[in-house]
């Protein structure tokens, strides 16, 4: 007679073998690993994104600031006052598209360099 100790026994051995699959310490440790490759991948896209937007938001000040200063220029005559402005704005500029390289290249050998197994 059946007392169900099959299903029982069946169950437990499906368990356990599903425990030992995935509690194995190499599988935790490639998901770990995965998982922190994963999250720093996340960061250093978030730095980029946020140089990117850091490059786009100088760029329209700088902008603004030029098309001002060359109003000022036109109607003053005054090109030192504002043709130092307009090298300044154009100066912030280059510095932040510099800031912008260096941040990608630092994302990428980042990512490059952490081990992702």
Do not use: H, W
């Amino acid at each position: 007679m059946d007392n169900g100790n099959s299903v029982g026994t069946e169950a437990m051995k499906s368990i356990t073998a599903n425990q030992q699959a995935t509690m194995a310490p190499q599988i935790t440790k490639s998901s770990g690993a995965g998982k922190a490759y994963q999250s720093v991948a996340q960061s250093t896209a978030i730095a980029v994104q946020d140089a990117t937007d850091y490059l786009r938001n100088l760029s329209t000040i700088s902008t603004t600031v030029t098309g001002v200063a060359m109003t000022q220029l036109l109607a003053t005559g005054d090109s030192k006052t504002y043709g130092e402005i307009i090298t300044s704005a154009q100066s912030l500029v280059s510095k932040a598209t510099q800031d912008f390289r260096d941040i990608g290249t630092c994302a990428t050998e980042i990512l490059n360099d952490f081990p992702n197994s």
